[in-house]
């Protein structure tokens, strides 16, 4: 197993360093045969993802993780949607930026380059294989995938369309690569090639993330749990926070930028709540409240400590009252995983407040944090959504996928 993955990190590099002098117009021309190839192959991704959906079902995988796995036409329209929008991007590899000229005549700028080898690892999602191969080709890097063993059937599929468009266009052999081996050790082995791969990032649950980063000897830009919280404040238009909290937790609970407390100002509890909770009732979600939510609404569930600190990421939802916006911005400081959070409000005072001081990759202002997304941001697709602070946070693009270097152009000038 070490030698397999050795010998792919080696291909890798080796594909990396002949990527970067790729033109945009070969880059676009193999994204283009991707999309065409998804199309066309569309029947037999989605009868290798069917072998991965009846075994997750045998294996008793919860109706969330399923949705997560399933592939349709629809999701591989979605797919190559994301490829287009890519393609029609600027390329960001080769741009210079903040050229200035020293005293000494000497001109210094930097150039935007590949970051190299991206190893990525996740779980369930088969998309991400076409989400981050497109990228990776848009951005000049090589890049080494590990999906999920509940998702190895569709992965495999996908990765060998893919593969043929690259094949198909005379791209760097090895410019991508799938490891195909389900034992998690392969995992270890992958993140202890740091000669080869310069970048992992990893998607999935807070396990797979925290096992990543503290056995990685590579670097991590990490993806963290989504533990996101819609603040509806006493200046709010109610039938908008209602609206907005409704998508933000039931348009797709299964998702890291899916809401999963609410937390709501206590001027306006009384008249916001029963209509809020009987709307998430007769969706199907379960609604678990603090004392002061369970007093207004008691036919709810009572929230217990544990609530406050759970990614549900199932149509379950936690709600507190709190007395202000200093209280809600203390607790979303306190059980926040900084990926996405909104406020709802009409006082413009108290909306920069929340931006200022919530400390997260996206804050919204009267809209959903479902909007953390790669595709919604107009990026085509994401390699994940950075929940830390270096080098990039929130959706990660193009521009997130590449590196500088700083150049220098002179006419024979000498360092006194």
Sequence with gaps: MKEKIKKIAEKAKAAARKMTSISTGEKNKVLEKMADLLVEKADFIITENQKDIEKAKEKGLTSAMIERLRVDEKGIQKMVDGVKVIIDLPDPVGEIEKMKRLPNGLQIGKLRTP??????????????TVDTASLCVKSGNAVILRGGSESINSNIAIAKVLNDAVEACGFPENALQLIDITDRNAVNEMLKMDEYIDLIIPRGGHQLIRMVVE????????????????????????????????????????????????LVHGDVAAEFLPNMVKRFQD????????????????????????????????????????????????????????????????????????IREVDAASVYVNASTRFTDGGEYGMGAEMGISTQKLHCRGPMGLDELTSTKYIGFGNGQLRE
Excluded at 115 to 128: A, D, F, L, T
Excluded at 231 to 237: F, G, H, I, R, T
Excluded at 314 to 331: F, L, P, R, Y
Aim: aromatic letters at 6%.
């Design 115 to 128: 970051i190299g080898v991206i190893g990525i690892i996740y779980e369930s999602r088969p998309n991400v």
């Design 283 to 354: 969706a199907g979600v379960e609604v678990r409240g603090c004392e002061t939510t369970k007093d207004i609404c008691p036919e709810i569930n009572s929230a217990v400590e544990e609530d406050w600190d759970t990614e549900y990421l199932d149509m379950i939802i936690s709600v507190k009252v709190v007395s202000d916006i200093h209280q809600a911005i203390e607790h979303i400081t306190t059980y926040g995983s900084m990926l996405s959070e909104a406020i709802v409000t009409n006082n413009y005072q108290t909306s920069w407040k929340f």
């Design 215 to 262: 056995n990685s000897s590579i670097p991590v830009i990490k993806h963290d749990k989504g533990l996101c919280h819609v603040y509806v404040d006493s200046d709010a238009d109610l039938k908008m926070a209602e609206d907005i909290t409704f998508n933000a937790k039931t348009q797709r609970c299964s998702v890291c930028n899916a809401t999963e407390s609410l």
